[in-house]
C-alpha cells in the first residue's frame, strides 16, 4: 500500500543537470527497492535506476551520469541526473518493489509493484 509522487522533470539543455524527487507514503518504505524507469514517445518503458539496501544499480547509458539516493526519514528518492544528453528526453516514473516477498529483477519493469504519475524530462540539443 504505497503511493508514489514524482516531481522536477522540466527542460534542460545538454549537458546540464536536473533532480528528479519521489515521495512515498506508508510506513513500510525501508521495505521497498526504489527504481527510476523512463518511456519516451512510441518506445517501452525501460530500467534507469534502483536502489535498495547497501545496492544501487544504473542502466549502461546512464552510468556515470545519474546517481540513485534516499531520505528515509522524508520517505523520498531521488535522481540526480548530471551531463544530459537528448536522448535522455522521456517520462520518468518512480516505482517501488515490496522486498518482503521475492524481490524480482531491479531491472525489470514487470517486477515491481508500485508506480508514480510520471515526470517530463526534457533535453534540448
Known amino acids: 500500500q504505497v503511493q508514489l509522487v514524482e516531481s522536477g522533470g522540466g527542460v534542460a539543455q545538454a549537458g546540464g543537470s536536473l533532480r528528479l524527487s519521489c515521495v512515498a507514503s506508508?510506513?513500510?518504505?525501508?521495505?521497498?527497492?526504489m527504481g527510476w524507469f523512463r518511456q519516451a514517445p512510441g518506445k517501452e518503458r525501460v530500467f534507469v535506476a534502483s536502489?535498495?539496501?547497501?545496492?544501487?544499480n544504473y542502466a549502461d547509458p546512464v552510468k556515470g551520469r545519474f546517481a540513485i539516493t534516499r531520505d528515509n526519514a522524508k520517505n523520498t528518492v531521488f535522481l540526480q541526473m548530471n551531463n544530459l544528453k537528448p536522448e535522455d528526453t522521456a517520462v520518468y516514473y518512480c516505482?517501488?518493489?515490496?522486498?518482503?516477498?521475492?524481490?524480482?529483477?531491479?531491472?525489470?519493469?514487470?517486477?515491481?509493484?508500485?508506480w508514480g504519475q510520471g515526470t517530463q524530462v526534457t533535453v534540448s540539443s
Open positions: 516505482a517501488a518493489r515490496d522486498l518482503t516477498a521475492n524481490s524480482g529483477s531491479a531491472y525489470s519493469k514487470y517486477d515491481y509493484d508500485y
Open positions: 506508508g510506513r513500510t518504505f525501508s521495505t521497498y527497492r
Open positions: 536502489g535498495s539496501v547497501g545496492t544501487t
